[in-house]
């Protein structure tokens, strides 16, 4: 989704909205700080207790075995019952500490998404008044959605030139959102307006809409039921011909609910999306919500950054399943890269 560009206050809006998520990010990073931070000092607390106890026992062993008058001396003075706690103190302490040098403190959970690398394997020219928040291939051909109120488009574009090959304006009114194809039907979310619009694929004529309870963000489709993000941490399965909510999945990153998922993409069985405000792409396993692959796409960024300093951030994703292609780009990116990922 997008949201620069609530008329006449674009940039304050789109400014505010990413400084409170940039807060909510610190808020938990800086959380997870001091948790990390807890952790180590009691660790370290725990490993000094125990080399105490380790040496106390090292030294009373030793006393007792090489020095009968210290022997003696313990005897005297220590119970039985009082030495057998204390050795059994002295083990209980090592073998715990022994525990925490196993898993040191800061070490990534075990469900930890994998990093993903990818390498970029073409380069296309992308239009920088796009500003894309729809991107797929269908039977081969390259379709994208663009936002923002009087701007709002939908178009099929020749992937060599970027250049538009056939489109429709929406409704000045209308915020553009994700688009996907099923069937050789469009469809094609709003954004605050909650409106879906439905095309024939030939001419992008309008056959019919639908309201639904979320805002639109991503859209995709995983051959049977479409699949949206409202820029939540959740997805929504919806029921083609009737848009009848089916299904809502939390996606989780180890463990916890993520956010701000915005443009997706189907991939062989996973559900791709991106980030928004953020440089990743996450692999969803759909089945359980689990991220369980991440991309950065940093360098990406920063590269079409270099080239046009208006381009925002990584969104669309597209996947031609005959030619096992995929393509990214972003909002007013001066390129659209050809990528292949790897683990
Ligand atoms: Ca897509």
Known sequence: MCHSCEIGNSKGLL????????????????????????????SNIHIQIATVFSLYHSTLFKALTAKPAASAYFCRNLSHRQMKKLFFLAALFSLTACKNEDKPAGTPPANAPKSMSYSIVGTYPHDTSSYTQGLLIYNGELYEGTGNYGKS????????????????????????EGVTILNDTIYQLTWKEKTVFVYALKDFKKIKEFSIDIEGWGLTTDGKSLIASNGSGDLF????????????????????????LNELEYIDGFVYANQYTYPYIFKINPNTGEIVAKADLTQMWDRAKALDPNAEVPNGIAYDPAAKKIYITGKLWPELYEVQFGQ
């Open 237 to 260: 399965y919806y029921e083609p011909s009737t848009f009848k909510l089916t299904k809502t999945q939390t996606v989780t990153e180890a463990g916890s609910p993520t956010f701000n």
């Open 153 to 176: 488009k939908l178009k099929k574009v020749d992937l060599k030139t970027g250049k538009s090959q056939q489109e429709i304006s929406l409704d000045p009114k209308f915020f553009g």
């Open 15 to 42: 400014g505010n909205e990413k400084a409170s998520q940039g807060y909510d990010s610190e808020m938990k990073f800086s959380t997870n700080k001091v948790r990390k931070s807890n952790i180590i000092f009691y």
